[in-house]
């Protein structure tokens, strides 16, 4: 019996300690470490479109709020609970000039000032110290960006040039549907960050696993390299082509939460036509959100089999062709990074990180995080698929 218990392999799952998620990296509320870092920048919130005379529930960086648009045209981003007594803005009435709350009809244009107290005598004669919680917003590109931090730290809202210099015929559309069927995507935003600078995965997850879902060239394993910028981490992959030419193809990663990542079918070469924004929604969701430059006849290249969309897929079909959402959903609400085993090729990830962190500790140090701009110069990408000799 000793000698058969000396031969047992002991090393199994019993006894393993419980996973730890680095918190640092994914809280996203008021008061912590990254949700602090977060707020110095701008965030898309929703749709142009979705600022209407009907209130809209927004969730962002773990806050509630409510989108609308008041009778002038004017967006609002408001907090949900109504300052009188608490009850939610989502069932407001939307006027010429600003949001009534359905309870007590208080009126709060689209900077919270509250304009009316009918119930009041004198429609409030008080009226003018209550202010309803509320952010700034800008559109931009097809999308509502809000501002959720500090006042006196608010940065310009950054034009891009990807999409300033359009050619004639060129439109942006703007689309908050880009990962499944489900615009919130049930995991932390961090998921998906890790993903930007994880080139490695394309010839596995895209090729190998699932079938060629973006293109014979995407399929090829890559030579990488990541290097930092004053925005961010680039990801530099070349892939030796049949010619003999090489494909150089350039992930942006652009702090805290952007992507520009070139059209993975390689349709054409030369600057990416898009850029998304990765919205935390809270700790555990998250939402992306994306401008793209479409020329005429232009289209992204179908990644799903047999063209169709992602919830046109049966589980079955999931199952045998998983992609970045299945990858990201699969690690959990939270990972548990106590648990992962980083390798080199990991470099982009631990880098990334990184200079997250560092940017998070220059926020609580007072100092303004990196790519910020207070005087509106014009942000440019680097992102793309291009063609040099071999």
């Not at 600022?51 to 981003?77: N, Q, T």
């Not at 009041?120 to 501002?147: C, M, N, S, T």
Request: include cysteine; charge should be negative; proline fraction near 7%.
């Amino acid at each position: 019996m000793n000698e058969i218990r000396r031969k047992l392999d002991t090393g199994t799952a019993y006894g393993r300690p419980h996973g730890v998620t680095n918190r640092a990296l994914t809280e996203t509320g008021a008061g912590t470490r990254m949700g602090e870092l977060l707020r110095r920048y701008w965030h898309p919130v929703a749709l142009a479109s979705d600022a209407a005379a009907v209130p809209k529930r927004i969730r962002a960086l773990s806050e509630d709020l409510v989108l609308f648009r008041d009778g002038a045209g004017r967006p609002g981003l408001v907090h949900a609970r109504c300052a009188h007594r608490g009850t939610t803005l989502y069932h407001g009435k939307v006027e010429e000039r600003g949001i009534r709350c359905c309870y007590h009809g208080w009126l709060f244009e689209v900077e919270g000032r509250c304009l009316d107290q009918p119930c009041e005598p004198g429609g409030g004669l008080h009226k003018d110290r209550i202010r309803q919680p509320w952010y700034p917003v800008e559109e931009r590109y097809g999308l509502v960006f809000a501002y959720m931090g500090p006042p006196e730290r608010q940065p310009v809202l950054p034009r891009w040039d990807i999409m300033e210099q359009l050619e004639p015929g060129d439109e942006i559309v703007a689309d908050d549907n880009m990962m499944s069927g489900d615009k919130v995507i049930p995991c932390s935003w961090t998921h998906h960050l890790d993903n930007i600078p994880d080139h490695y995965h394309v010839p596995i997850l895209h090729g190998a696993i699932s079938g060629i879902q973006f293109g014979e060239l995407l399929g090829r394993m890559p030579a990488i390299t990541w290097e930092h910028t004053a925005k961010g981490l680039n990801t530099i992959a070349r892939r030796k082509l049949d010619d003999g030419k090489i494909l150089l193809r350039i992930d942006e990663g652009i702090l805290p939460n952007i992507r520009v990542i070139p059209d993975p079918g390689v349709s054409r070469y030369g600057q990416s036509e898009s850029i998304s924004w990765l919205l935390p929604v809270d700790d555990t969701h998250y939402m992306l959100y994306a401008a793209l430059r479409k020329s005429p006849g232009w289209s992204r290249t179908k990644t799903k089999p047999g063209g169709k969309l992602w919830v046109e897929m049966t589980e079955a079909e999931h199952r045998r062709h998983p992609d970045d959402f299945e990858a990201q959903a699969g690690q959990g609400p939270l990972t548990l990074h106590s648990d992962e085993h980083l390798a080199t090729t990991d470099t982009g990830v631990a880098m990334l990180r990184r200079m997250l962190l560092q940017q998070a500790d220059a926020v609580a140090e007072g100092r303004d995080p990196l790519g910020v701009g207070f005087d509106g110069e014009m942000m440019t990408t680097d992102a793309g698929n291009f063609l040099l000799e071999g």
